[in-house]
């Protein structure tokens, strides 16, 4: 692929990702931010491909922009009107304090990348073909990163569990 | 490698990461602000994928699916918290439910 359609692809991606971004913060209604948080997904999952990361750009899509933002819809369905909060909270001293706050975030990461990168980001490794193809993931899940896999699974159990606790209503406030 | 650096993937995880936290930080709504982790946390597993590319090494993008797993995973317990607030008439709102009692 040549050097100018990479960049293309680069700046329609990351700018669709701080556009959807941006939106899911600032939109007041909660069903279009979460419908901006799946294009923001989904163009996260295009810099993962430019980055050789095939596996986690499907299971991008696919486990997040699918399964777990269905579940956000249908907890907004669930609550309708209800789930509609006042846009911001706290006295406006508060709210700036959080402005500055991101912002001191965003600048010392972007000071930090700054200055790391004449000396080594620019020039990044030669990698194979199979750079994070699924077979390459799976093999390494299955040998040297097997405990990193095994606890993956206790949390995903203990979190369904967690959640049907959660959302099962106990018995004496049903009789009420 | 073709196109832009390493850097300006991590420019752009940046400002995901900052756009989060302003969500995190000034949204009331819960909902939101779940959006806004989720946002935050996909600007922390670009960050680690863009490294795993720049060193040629795949653990950084074995971290990245773990995390996403503990997103799923925090992402169940939230929306169950929040429709449990919903079921109690608690108002979904950060500001005022600030007392955990059940």
Redesign the interface.
């Known amino acids: 692929?040549?050097?100018v359609l990479?960049?293309i692809?680069?700046f329609l991606a990351?700018g669709g990702?701080?556009a959807t971004?941006?939106a899911?913060?600032s939109v007041t209604n909660?069903f279009y931010?979460?419908l901006a948080?799946i294009g923001?997904?989904a163009s996260?999952a295009v810099?993962?491909l430019?980055?050789?990361?095939e596996?986690?750009a499907a299971?991008?899509v696919l486990?997040?922009a699918g399964?777990?933002m269905v579940?956000?819809l249908f907890?907004?369905a669930?609550?309708g009107g209800?789930?509609?909060?006042?846009?911001?909270?706290?006295p406006p001293l508060l709210?700036a304090a959080?402005?500055v706050?991101?912002?001191a975030?965003?600048v010392e990461?972007?000071v930090v990348?700054?200055l790391?990168?004449g000396d080594n980001?620019?020039e990044?490794?030669?990698?194979s073909d199979s750079?994070?193809s699924p077979a390459?993931?799976g093999e390494?899940?299955v040998t040297s990163?097997l405990l990193?896999f095994e606890i993956?699974s206790i949390?995903?159990l203990?979190?369904?569990i967690?959640?049907v606790?959660?959302?099962t209503?106990p018995e004496k406030?049903e009789a009420e | 490698m073709d196109g832009p650096d390493i850097g300006w993937y991590l420019i752009v995880a940046a400002l995901l990461f900052g756009i989060g936290a302003l969500g995190v930080m000034m949204r009331r709504s819960p909902l939101i602000v779940l959006l806004s982790t989720e946002i935050m946390l996909n600007a922390a597993n670009l960050t680690l994928i863009a490294f795993a590319r720049q060193q040629g090494d795949l653990d950084g993008q074995i971290f990245a699916l773990a995390v996403m797993a503990v997103a799923a995973a925090e992402v169940a317990i939230g929306l169950g918290l929040i429709v449990a607030m919903a079921r109690r008439r608690i108002v979904l709102d950060v500001d005022q439910a600030s007392a955990l009692r059940g």
């Open positions: 692929m040549s050097n990479v960049w692809i680069w990351a990702c701080l971004g941006v899911v913060v909660p931010s979460a948080l923001n997904l996260l810099l993962y430019l980055l050789a990361a596996f986690l299971a991008q486990v997040y399964a777990v579940m956000f907890v907004v669930y609550l209800r789930a509609d909060a006042p846009w911001a909270g706290g709210r959080a402005v706050a991101a912002a975030l965003l990461v972007v990348v700054g790391a990168w980001l620019q990044p490794a030669e990698v750079f994070g390459e993931i390494l899940f990163h990193a993956t949390v995903l203990v979190a369904a967690g959640g606790v959660l959302g209503t406030e």
